[in-house]
């Protein structure tokens, strides 16, 4: 299962999808990683460039922050965090907050659901909090945005699948473990009750497209997962059946969400065949 998919990110991958891979599953080193997300960064801080492959424009972007500081974490690089901290800083609202996208994201090309607004967005900031707890960071920009976090985690009656996974990343994270506990536990109940998880029917989600659904292993891409308690051992034994026998010939992944313009599922196919074996090497399913 490596092989191919290796194969097919050598055909069809960004250069940092090979390098991730390589580290991940090879024998290459974080330096390359490191030099590859590097490319996306601007001199605010920020990273932009597409490096979320459905924000195509230059300017920097909460999301395209996230995500390179998420591999320079997985790699075990933590340097460019501060700047990064600066970067989101500058852009938070009263709140503590960040914005789903900023307004600089107006003049370039991206997907209908890349919202620009002034509001703070819990999905957002959850996912750029997660990062920085990973870390251990002391930068002040994380205190404001972990207490915008929990006000709108403690008071979520209702949600969406993406929110969620997103605070499930934060409760993963945060540093206050008895709180996260007793959070993910009520955020559990409700992905449940308000019917957020594929368990087999396969139906999406109000606003969503056709299979674009949240399973078990989506919430809890590792065993030890806060998310990994909201499901029996069944039901995420299922989940990761699918993820199995959801891998294509050419040996990578796809995805569900559409495809508005041509390149985003060239780019998108890499980045979820990377995850997608390492959710099967976290649980065991793959050595």
């Known amino acids: 299962m490596i ?20 580290f991940l599953f090879g024998d290459g080193g974080a330096d390359g990683v490191v030099a590859a997300v590097l490319a996306y960064r601007n001199d605010d801080g920020g990273f932009g460039h597409a490096l979320e492959p459905d924000g195509r424009g230059p300017s920097s972007q909460p999301l395209h922050t996230y995500t390179a500081l998420s591999w320079l974490a997985e790699v075990g690089d933590d340097a460019w965090v501060g700047s990064a901290g600066d970067f989101l800083a500058s852009v938070s609202t009263s709140d503590g907050g960040v914005p789903n996208a900023l307004g600089t994201s107006r003049d370039h090309p991206r997907a209908p659901w890349w919202q620009v607004s002034e509001e703070s967005d819990l999905l957002m900031t959850a996912l750029c909090a997660s990062v920085f707890h990973r870390v251990g960071s002391a930068h002040p920009w994380v205190g404001a945005a972990t207490e915008y976090c929990w006000r709108r985690i403690d008071a979520m009656e209702g949600s969406h699948p993406y929110e969620v996974a997103a605070c499930a990343k934060f409760l993963d994270h945060v540093p206050d473990r008895a709180r996260a506990e007793v959070a993910a536990e009520r955020v559990g109940r409700l992905v449940r009750e308000r019917g957020l998880v594929d368990l ?47 891998r294509k010939d050419d040996g990578g992944w796809t995805f569900a969400w559409p495809v508005w313009t041509p390149v985003t599922e060239f780019e998108w196919r890499p980045i979820v065949t990377i995850e997608a074996l390492s959710v099967l090497r976290a649980y065991g399913r793959i050595s």
Request: glycine content about 8%.
């Open 3 to 22: 092989e191919a998919a290796r194969s097919f990110v050598w055909h069809n991958a960004r250069v940092l999808e090979q390098r991730a891979f390589e």
């Open 200 to 246: 087999g029917d396969g139906k999406a989600h109000e606003g969503y497209a056709a299979g674009e659904t949240h399973r078990p292993h989506q919430y809890a891409p590792t065993p030890d997962s806060l998310a990994r308690r909201w499901f029996t051992d069944d039901e995420v034994a299922r989940s990761l059946d699918g993820l199995e026998a959801a």
